[in-house]
């Protein structure tokens, strides 16, 4: 069965730093990779996918992901954090093609504290 | 994309009762799904809501704890049944519409 390893549970920054949060998945198969946001007390919200493609891919709020596929990895990046990027961040995977079930399966999380 | 509502958006129960959590969705979606979200951890798949069939869960879910209702292809209903206080979550249903997810706003459930 596929999961997903988010290696940075806790990360505190200052703001205008640079962000990059690692995600690895294990699937031997196509899939496609999702990151998510929460906000405090609030609802899961899309960031990016990745489909097919290229394998950089924008999302909003200035984030953006990269897919290496030798490596099994989605990172998200962010050039410079701002408090407001304070909240949850989940990286999540489904299989595509025939193996897709259509199962959304996500990381651990990694809580991100931006300090002004 | 799909809009959920999703109800009650939170409630407190005493220990040994049950729970429904109801789902509606605003157009018809063959893959709906069931996530518990623990206090301060990630989404767990509890089970895939099927149409017509019976739910199938996930390894550590079984059907007696959380049954799954899918009576047709906008509406889905998951029970916490026999409540402890480790049941005190956050509740989601999410439907999949061609390649995107929408998740349902979530019930919170605290036991007591």
């Known amino acids: 069965a596929q999961s997903v390893s988010q290696h940075n549970h806790h990360v505190i920054l200052s703001e205008a730093a640079s962000l990059e949060l690692g995600c690895n998945y294990s699937y031997g198969g196509t899939v496609n990779l999702f990151w998510y946001v929460q906000y405090p007390g609030q609802h899961l919200q899309l960031l990016l996918k990745?489909?097919?493609?290229?394998?950089l891919v924008k999302g909003i709020k200035g984030f953006e992901a990269e897919f290496i596929k030798s490596k099994f990895s989605f990172n998200l990046r962010k050039p410079s954090v701002q408090w407001s990027d304070t909240a949850e961040y989940f990286c999540a995977v489904t299989p595509a093609g025939s193996g897709n079930t259509g199962k959304l399966i996500f990381g651990q999380g990694t809580t991100l504290q931006v300090k002004p | 994309s799909a809009v959920i509502s999703q109800k009650p958006s939170r409630d407190i129960c005493q220990r040994g009762t049950s729970l429904t959590i109801q789902c509606q969705v605003d157009s018809q979606v063959t893959m709906m799904f069931w996530y518990r979200q623990q206090p301060g951890q990630s989404l767990t798949l509890i089970a895939t809501?099927?149409?017509?069939?019976?739910?199938?869960?996930e390894s550590g879910f079984v059907i007696d704890k959380f049954p799954i209702s899918r009576p047709n292809l906008t509406f889905s209903t998951l029970t916490v049944s026999n409540m402890s206080p480790e049941d005190s979550s956050i509740y989601l249903c999410s439907v999949r519409t061609g390649v995107d997810y929408t998740f349902g706003s979530g019930t919170r459930l605290t036991v007591v």
């Open positions: 990745y489909f097919s493609g290229d394998p």
């Open positions: 809501a099927n149409q017509g069939s019976e739910a199938t869960y």
